[in-house]
């Protein structure tokens, strides 16, 4: 496995891979720690885990960009570049990413968040799109996948604002899926986790491309891909052992490979 000094990676024994940041008092997602992300998920990618979990430690997620590398314009496009490369690449990977979300996720932390599928918040959480308070714009991704989660008319007032919106909110405006006690938060998102992981991998890897895409496109051509999806999954081995095993031991009782 490769070295990283801004993030862990770990491999746990059920199939999770946990993804922990690690930068200095507020995990800035510098140029170099985006270089990391980016690195670590090109590992996941290459040995794919079952589920991943990233998350920021018991504190806080991450509070954003690292504000100390802005400069003028030119800068501007380099740091834009490397959140777009490491925060589509976390969303491109075929498996099921949760941010386990303990305390402030500002700016690029609240983007990184995003770029996951699912988010289970710390009843202490707070998510947030602070960067008009610089007099800039979210530059990871905020103005485009926010709106996707929680509409257009929410995503305006918080970007516009830089209103910072606490687990209560994000749980009724869809921004987070789940809130727990701060004391759960692990345990909960490492369970969820491991239950996806000892799933059908390959079948939950085409739901999500599924998903992801038809989202993007018109209801017909979701349904089109939708029906070459379908043919897919019946194309995998846990496909023959899920059918046959409801048949012979009814629902829930399949043993998966992720094949
Ligand atoms: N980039 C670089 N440094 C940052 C940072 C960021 N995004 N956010 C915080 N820091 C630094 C602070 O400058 C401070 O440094 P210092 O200890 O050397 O003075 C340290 O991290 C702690 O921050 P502080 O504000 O003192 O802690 P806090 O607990 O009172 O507040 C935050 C934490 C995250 C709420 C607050 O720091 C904040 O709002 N950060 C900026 C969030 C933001 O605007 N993100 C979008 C960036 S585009």
Redesign the pocket.
């Known amino acids: 496995m490769a070295d990283f000094e801004l993030l862990t990676l770990e491999r746990l024994g059920d199939g999770v891979a946990v993804l922990t940041l690690a930068n200095g008092?507020?995990n800035?997602l510098s140029r170099e720690l985006l270089a990391e992300i980016g690195a670590a998920v090109d590992e996941l990618a290459s040995d794919l885990p079952g589920a991943v979990v990233i998350t920021g430690g018991d504190r806080?997620f991450a509070?954003?960009?690292?504000?100390?590398q802005f400069g003028g314009p030119d800068e501007a496009a380099v740091i834009g570049f490397g959140f777009h490369a490491a925060l589509d690449a976390v969303a491109a990977l075929p498996r099921f990413v949760i941010a386990a979300v303990s305390g402030?996720a500002?700016?690029?932390g609240c983007e990184l968040a995003l770029a996951c599928d699912y988010r289970i918040a710390s009843e202490r959480a707070v998510f947030g799109q602070?960067?008009i308070?610089?007099g800039?714009v979210p530059g990871g991704g905020g103005t485009q996948r926010l709106p996707r989660v929680v509409g257009t008319s929410r995503a305006k007032e918080m970007c516009i604002t830089g209103r910072q919106v606490r687990a209560e909110e994000a749980l009724r405006i869809g921004l987070a899926d789940e809130v727990v006690a701060p004391e759960d938060l692990m345990e909960r998102s490492l369970a969820l986790a491991a239950q996806v992981a000892a799933g059908a991998s390959t079948a939950q890897a085409i739901c999500k491309r599924l998903i992801d895409e038809g989202v993007e496109t018109s209801l017909a051509d979701g349904l089109a891909l939708e029906r070459e999806g379908f043919v897919e999954a019946f194309r995998t081995d846990d496909a023959r052992t899920g059918v046959a095993s409801f048949l012979e031991h009814g629902p829930g009782n399949a043993t998966f490979t992720g094949h």
């Open positions: 008092k507020v800035a806080l509070a954003g960009a690292d504000i100390s402030f500002l700016g690029g602070p960067e308070l610089l800039i």
